[in-house]
């Protein structure tokens, strides 16, 4: 049996009709930049995270580069994020001359560890980024928590402020394999923060037909300052009182939006129902005992994501934009499913502080345990809407199977 990683023909099948109407419709306007589908788009985004403003961009990269720019960050500021994420979470901050300072994550939601901010923290920081990795909200909560920690409070959204020295650190969520997860008090990854990033790369779970991507805030000011600077910081045209970039998003990308967004939370919501039966197989199959372990041992050699955390009692609307596990023997496996004709990816092999362009911040591998483990034993599995169940069976069998063997 062949299980793809993921399959977007079958998407496509599935919406024809209206997306060859979209693509149409824009071929004869002849209007491929901005106009009135991206702004029907923005509209359309906006109601559905409950934000303030919403505004197109060239791809989740540049929502974060665009994030950056706005709350002013500068050379030498420093900027910290969690060391495993996908390269342009810290990419962004070294394209602008700032300096990016990891932090493990949290060994079961892959996502930043609180805890590691405060001992992170020091006068030139200026931002935080916290990542909702694989499609499941970071822990806000915990990373709030932190300010009041560090004598922080919250003066605008997101923006927290040292009274006593004036120091200011702005909150930017990379929210790029997230549209639609919730926090467990029920508001959306992404609108929390300051600004929120997402990306319509089309694998995500609300997918263009190329590079896109969304910057949100609640912020009047940032919310003017972002669309002024998503056109070169031309606002009327040619008069530039700030220096922005050419971060639009195409009117093609935002009609095929347009049409996908309606059916997000249903994809969403079958994604949840194949992670929940993947949890299943694996308990019946003896391939582990219960979510959010983190160690192997005999009853465990896959070890399950778990949506939730140590800070609330809440659950939070994980997305699986990605199912990752952690096993052991990762590329045996990886060749064995091959073989088997299951599509996987690893997500991600070498975290930040091990990247070879980042030698120079003379980061201490020891520090990151979680990442590291995560990096040598994390796989993901296909989880897009359309698989049956027969496919998922197949590929945990697929995995049995090498267990056994190995």
């Known amino acids: 049996m062949k299980v793809p990683l993921l399959d977007l023909k079958m998407q496509y099948a599935a919406l024809k009709k209206e997306l060859d109407e979209a ?3 824009v071929a004869e306007s002849q209007y491929f930049i901005l106009g009135p589908e991206v702004d029907k788009l923005e509209k359309s985004l906006a109601a559905y995270l409950n934000v303030k403003y919403a ?5 989740g990269t540049d929502a974060l580069l665009l994030a950056l720019m706005a709350i002013g960050t500068k050379p030498d500021d ?48 200026k931002a935080i980024i916290p990542v909702h990795l694989y499609g499941q909200s970071a822990d806000m909560e915990g990373i709030n928590s932190q300010f009041s920690i560090l004598n922080f409070e919250l003066e605008r959204p ?15 969520e990379d929210g790029a394999q997230a549209i639609g997860a919730q926090y467990s008090d029920g508001r959306k990854a992404g609108t929390i923060g300051a600004v929120g990033c997402y990306s319509f790369f089309p694998s995500k779970n609300l997918g263009g ?31 530039h009182r700030v220096i922005g970039g050419n971060f639009r998003l195409d009117a093609l990308q935002a009609a095929v939006l347009s049409v996908k967004l309606p059916h997000l939370d249903a994809w969403s919501e079958k994604r949840r129902e194949n992670a929940s039966l993947y949890t299943k197989l694996f308990v019946d199959r003896g391939l582990a005992e219960e979510e959010g372990r ?29 199912y990752v596990v952690r096993v052991e023997h990762r590329d045996e ?41 995560a ?9 897009y809407p359309e698989l049956t169940r027969g496919q998922i069976a197949y590929v945990v069998d697929s995995i049995a199977e090498f267990v056994r063997r190995a």
Do not use: W
């Open 55 to 59: 505004i197109g961009v060239s791809s």
């Open 158 to 172: 997101g923006q927290y402020v040292n009274k006593k020295t004036g120091q200011r650190i702005c909150v930017i």
């Open 23 to 25: 693509l149409i419709r």
């Open 294 to 322: 983190v160690s192997f041992d005999a009853n465990n050699s896959v070890l399950l994501p778990k949506p939730v955390y140590k800070s609330t009692a809440l659950r939070n609307y994980h997305i699986y934009n990605q």
């Open 333 to 373: 496996l990886r060749k064995h499913l091959s073989e088997k004709e299951v599509g996987t990816e690893i997500y991600y092999p070498v975290p930040f502080h091990r990247q070879e362009c980042f030698a120079g911040l003379h980061s201490n591998d020891a520090d990151f345990p979680a990442s590291n483990f």
């Open 209 to 239: 037909f190329g590079d896109g991507g969304l910057v949100v805030t609640n912020d009047d000011e940032l919310g003017e300052l972002l669309r002024i600077m998503r056109v070169h910081g031309g606002k009327p045209k040619y008069y």
């Open 375 to 383: 990096a040598g034993h994390s796989i993901a599995l296909p989880i």
């Open 78 to 125: 420093e900027v910290i994020v969690p060391t495993f994420s996908f390269f342009a979470t810290a990419g962004v901050v070294a394209r602008l001359n700032a300096v990016p300072v990891f932090i493990d994550i949290d060994p079961v939601t892959f996502n930043a560890d609180p805890a590691d901010i405060e001992r992170k923290v020091t006068p030139r920081t």
